[in-house]
């Protein structure tokens, strides 16, 4: 069964996002620091991460970085409530799979 991994620190946000996708056919696991989520890379092996920018231990850019040095071929989505053009184009540079706004829209993730 693919795996999602979400990594943010609003505790609202993972619930939403866990029960709008969770499914017999996806399972979610989720955390709320950028260490919790590279522990969760290691041990969950997941098939695509969700990422928030804004992360209380490191920046989620970062934490890109550091999944990707970790599994170059999981693709990560980067989330943020606070639409920066730069930080978007950062992200893609860097090889983020896609950039979304919070809210998320959860037909478009799935």
């Known amino acids: 069964m693919p795996k999602l991994l979400i990594v943010d620190d609003e505790p609202n946000v993972l619930y939403s996002l866990r029960a709008g996708l969770a499914s017999d056919d996806l399972e979610v696991a989720t955390a ?3 260490r919790q989520g590279l522990a ?3 041990s969950e ?3 695509v991460a969700v990422v928030d920018v804004r992360l209380p ?3 989620g850019l970062e934490l890109f970085d ?7 071929r999981l693709p990560v989505v980067v ?3 606070f639409a920066a053009a730069e930080t978007a ?3 893609m540079k860097r090889g983020a799979f896609d950039y979304l706004l ?6 478009h993730l799935r």
């Open 45 to 47: 092996r997941p098939d």
């Open 32 to 34: 709320r620091t950028a």
């Open 102 to 107: 919070k809210p998320v829209d959860l037909h």
């Open 40 to 42: 969760l890379v290691g």
């Open 79 to 81: 989330v943020t409530a």
């Open 57 to 59: 231990d490191m920046s």
């Open 66 to 72: 550091r999944v990707k040095a970790a599994d170059p």
């Open 89 to 91: 184009i950062e992200a």
